[in-house]
């Protein structure tokens, strides 16, 4: 049982190119979400999906795009990529169902110069 | 709107003492509660969570929290530090009365330095 994982680990980017930061996880969970942790910030939500076929914005949605084809998978689209995306990236999962925890992946560390 | 504070950027103990990690939320209805570990370069590891039934949660690794209701507040205690569990801890509350994609908050972290 892998739980959750993402790639790549590490990521460096010039401002302006686009990429796709992987997620998958394999515990069958419905609900998946993706965060970026900043210095002092905690994690911020930025995409979520509630079932496959079935996604919404977090707290800080812009500039990224999410689909969700299948349970398994829940990939992260940068769109053309800023500084200010510089940051970690962590993918979650989690149990449909009240008061669950969820399951977060090693994360990946992107810089956009 | 809710919210979670963990009011001490760095907490520092000797190993052996005994060591809490604050937080303190504000949500509008009833809180779920939930304590996550992160290692260096690691994910995050949930420790312990409070739903309902018994304040005093007790978790993995030794740790334990307590759910106190008047002052919102939701610690995480150690009785005996190890160096090992020198890490970033986090806080985090979820409002159930709330969305799903608006109902998870989590703290701005606390980093836990134990002293040989």
């Known amino acids: 049982n892998a739980g959750v994982t993402q790639t790549p680990k590490f990521q460096v980017l010039k401002t302006g190119q686009s990429m796709t930061l992987q997620c998958a996880q394999d515990?069958?969970?419905?609900?998946m979400s993706w965060y970026r942790q900043d210095p002092g910030m905690g994690l911020r939500l930025i995409h979520y999906?509630?079932?496959?076929?079935?996604?919404d914005q977090g707290e800080v949605p812009n500039g990224y795009n999410v689909s969700r084809s299948t349970t398994e998978d829940f990939p992260l689209r940068l769109l053309s990529a800023a500084p200010s995306q510089t940051s970690v990236y962590f993918c979650?999962?989690?149990?449909?169902?009240?008061?669950?925890?969820?399951?977060f992946g090693p994360g990946t560390r992107l810089t956009v110069l | 709107a809710q919210s979670v504070a963990q009011p001490e950027d760095q907490v520092n103990v000797a190993e052996g003492n005994p060591l809490t990690v604050k937080c303190t939320y504000s949500?509008?209805?009833?809180?779920?509660l939930f304590w996550y570990v992160q290692y260096p370069n690691r994910g995050l590891q949930f420790l312990l969570k409070?739903?309902?039934?018994?304040?005093l949660v007790k978790g993995s690794y030794g740790f334990e929290a307590e759910f106190n209701k008047s002052q919102t507040s939701f610690h995480l205690k150690k009785p005996s530090a190890l160096v090992s569990d020198s890490a970033l801890y986090f806080c985090?509350?979820?409002?159930?009365?709330?969305?799903?994609?608006?109902?998870?908050?989590f703290g701005p972290g606390t980093r836990l330095s134990v002293l040989p």
């Open positions: 515990m069958n969970h419905e609900y």
């Open positions: 979650a999962s989690e149990a449909g169902g009240r008061g669950n925890e969820q399951f």
């Open positions: 949500v509008s209805g009833n809180p779920y």
């Open positions: 985090a509350v979820r409002d159930m009365m709330r969305g799903y994609g608006q109902n998870f908050v």
């Open positions: 999906s509630v079932g496959a076929g079935i996604t």
């Open positions: 409070y739903i309902t039934g018994d304040n």
